[in-house]
């Protein structure tokens, strides 16, 4: 994630300094853009990609635990997937979901094992949108896949794009804090999302479904499987985007606030996936601030659920060290 945010670093300064005119030909463009929806032809490509595009953005209207066709209530909540993949994925560090398509099948740590495009779509199902997986052959799931296809248009195998993930801002030295954090959401979130943390749902009669402004915890929030309950990925998201509007050119919280802040939020009640003691199989591989054990070092589930994560992570690297390089 590291070298994914320096390479964006280095992107927007070229596009700052301005790049010589010969360089922008439409044989090699030096900076990938984003591929327009709108300009696909209405055949059966477009409109399956139309259709993903729509899934992602309105979740809840499709596959949401509300709608009428009881067949299709594959998602748990209302949020949409585009509520944490902003601008329908094509945000920079707002995790976006371009130029991926790739990557799969790509090795999980969390799984264990290497995983499909479809697995990585039903891993966000069954915990950010706290649901059940989706079948590979569901229209919906073609459907997403195919949106996820068409934004890595131009993008070759093994290219990575920058902007990926949710950026790396430094770390604290000590624990985030969640009652600082609770005094930075009172100031700075609470207006959209609430004091109750359950943000504000549409009202329209016709559509009355999905959010506004999404909650943040509460029964219909992400559960505690989702990375977005872990604190550096939390924390990182929140300091590239939120406020809603800031983003990683202009980011509105200090890098302390973000911290403090993602503690508080993670601390609040949601619902809990089962058996997440199965998720990291090898131990040695589960990220550091992973908020749940068992563990393969001795700090207690407590630090690596607020941090400071440097002294985990020494640990780690000497238990990995420690470890026959067989498996
Ligand atoms: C509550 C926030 C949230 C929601 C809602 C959500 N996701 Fe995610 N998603 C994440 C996080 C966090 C990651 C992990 C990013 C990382 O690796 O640091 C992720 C990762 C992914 C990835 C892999 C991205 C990468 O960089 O490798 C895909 C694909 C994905 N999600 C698809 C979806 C789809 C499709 C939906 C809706 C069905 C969805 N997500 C809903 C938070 C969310
Ligand atoms: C101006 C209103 C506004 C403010 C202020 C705001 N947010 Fe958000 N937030 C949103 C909206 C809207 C979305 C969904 C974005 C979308 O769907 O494009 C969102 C999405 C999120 C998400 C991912 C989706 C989810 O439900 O988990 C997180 C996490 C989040 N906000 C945290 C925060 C935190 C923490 C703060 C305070 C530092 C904050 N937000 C301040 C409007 C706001």
């Known amino acids: 994630m590291g070298r ?12 700052c300094l301005g790049l010589p005119a010969h360089a922008q030909t439409r044989t090699a463009p030096p900076v990938w853009t984003v591929p327009e929806v ?39 909540n209302n949020l949409a997937c585009s509520n944490c993949h902003l601008s329908a994925g094509t945000k920079k560090f707002a ?43 569901l229209p919906e799931m073609q459907a997403m ?8 248009t131009g993008v070759p195998p093994g290219r990575e794009l920058p902007g990926l993930g949710a950026g790396k801002m430094p770390e604290l030295k000590r624990a985030a804090d969640p009652a600082r954090g609770k005094a930075v959401y009172a100031r700075a979130c609470s207006a959209c999302h609430g004091p109750d943390g359950r943000g504000i749902p549409r009202t329209h009669p016709i559509t009355d479904l999905g959010y506004m402004i999404p909650p943040l915890w509460g029964p219909d929030s992400f559960n505690n499987g989702a990375g977005m309950a872990r604190l550096i990925t939390a924390a990182n998201f929140i300091h590239f985007n939120m406020p809603h509007g800031a983003d990683y050119l202009n980011p509105q919280l200090s890098v302390m606030q973000a911290w403090d802040v993602a503690a508080y939020m993670i601390s609040q009640p949601r619902p809990a996936k089962p058996n997440l003691d199965r998720d990291f199989p090898a131990l040695l591989e589960k990220p550091v601030d992973t908020p749940y054990g068992p563990y393969a070092d001795k700090f207690s589930e407590r630090q690596h659920k607020y941090g400071p994560f440097a002294p985990i992570r020494n640990a780690i690297k000497k238990l990995k060290a420690q470890k026959p390089q067989s498996q």
């Not at 976006?96 to 799984?111: E, I, K, N, T, V």
């Not at 290497?114 to 997986?133: F, H, L, T, W």
């Not at 896949?145 to 890595?152: E, M």
């Open 4 to 15: 994914r945010f320096q390479n964006c670093l280095a992107i927007a300064m070229l596009a």
């Open 38 to 76: 709108g300009a696909l032809p209405n055949d059966a490509h477009g409109q399956l990609v139309r259709r993903g595009r729509d899934l992602i953005t309105a979740t809840y209207a499709h596959i949401g635990p509300q709608v009428t066709d009881i067949s299709k209530r594959y998602a748990g």
């Open 95 to 137: 995790i976006p979901l371009f130029g991926l398509y790739w990557d799969f099948p790509q090795y999980s740590a969390r799984q264990g094992k290497d995983i499909s495009i479809e697995d990585r779509i039903n891993s966000c199902m069954a915990r950010s949108m706290n649901g059940k997986p989706m079948p590979v052959d």
């Open 145 to 152: 896949v195919a949106y996820l296809r068409f934004l890595t």
